[in-house]
């Protein structure tokens, strides 16, 4: 089975710099995805980041970046330039790509960020 | 924002009693799920539809039922909710499985409580 590991329970970084949030993962698979969701205080889960295993290039959305070392089972998150409106509980998440009904997704425990002003 | 709806978005409820929550969708998409989120734990799967009458177990499906009598509707139901049971339980939607759109939108959750 596969398993997600996020070792940072919380964390915290000041208004404009850059922090990094760690994930890593268990899995037999070759072919997967991997997510990062931002959980804010009003509960509601949003779709950061997404990375498919099989490209090299990590993914980047604005000020969000990804390293994805695959062979390390790593997949960590950057948040630059970070903002107060970041602050929310981070989880990743891992998904093998398979058939129809293969797909469900493991999620990690969280990381609790808060951005400081 | 994907268009999913889930009702009630809180309950309390005494344990013993059936309790069945509903998510709604307007997206049209194949996949629905269900999780639920505890301190500690992240989300854990509970049941997941890949189709119409199509459903399937996940991580944690003790004492959960499903059905999916349309696209659009997938129930939750706690035929007699107990303490262990007392959860946010979030819905999501994925349109299919292949490649391009493996990616999952989740609804608000709703906080359930079990006394």
């Known amino acids: 089975a596969q398993t997600v590991t996020q070792s940072q329970p919380e964390m915290s970084v000041q208004e404009a710099e850059t922090v990094t949030l760690s994930c890593t993962y268990d899995?037999?698979?070759?072919?997967?995805?991997l997510f990062w969701y931002k959980q804010p205080p009003s509960r509601q889960m949003i779709l950061v980041i997404r990375?498919?295993?099989?490209?090299?290039q990590n993914a980047t959305e604005n000020r969000f970046s990804v390293n994805f070392q695959k062979a390390a089972k790593s997949f960590s998150l950057k948040i630059s330039d970070s903002q107060l409106g970041d602050t929310a509980m981070y989880f990743c998440?891992?998904?093998?790509?398979?058939?129809?009904?293969?797909?469900?997704?493991?999620f990690g425990a969280g990381t609790r960020l808060t951005v400081k002003p | 924002d994907a268009g999913i709806t889930q009702s009630p978005r809180h309950k309390v409820t005494e344990t013993g009693t059936p309790v069945t929550l509903r998510c709604h969708q307007t997206?049209?998409?194949?996949?629905m799920y269900w999780y639920r989120q505890d301190p500690g734990h992240g989300l854990r799967l509970i049941h997941y539809?890949?189709?119409?009458?199509?459903?399937d177990k996940g991580e944690v499906s003790d004492g959960y039922s499903v059905s999916r009598s349309k696209t659009e509707d997938f129930l939750l139901t706690l035929e007699s909710a107990t303490s262990s049971q007392t959860s946010v339980y979030f819905c999501?939607?994925?349109?299919?499985?292949?490649?391009?759109?493996?990616?999952?939108?989740f609804g608000p959750g709703t906080r359930l409580t079990v006394l």
């Open positions: 990375q498919e295993a099989y490209k090299q």
């Open positions: 539809s890949y189709g119409v009458k199509d459903t």
């Open positions: 997206e049209n998409h194949r996949y």
């Open positions: 999501a939607i994925s349109e299919s499985w292949t490649s391009s759109t493996d990616t999952q939108y």
């Open positions: 899995t037999s698979e070759s072919n997967y995805y």
């Open positions: 998440a891992f998904m093998k790509q398979g058939g129809y009904n293969n797909n469900d997704m493991r």
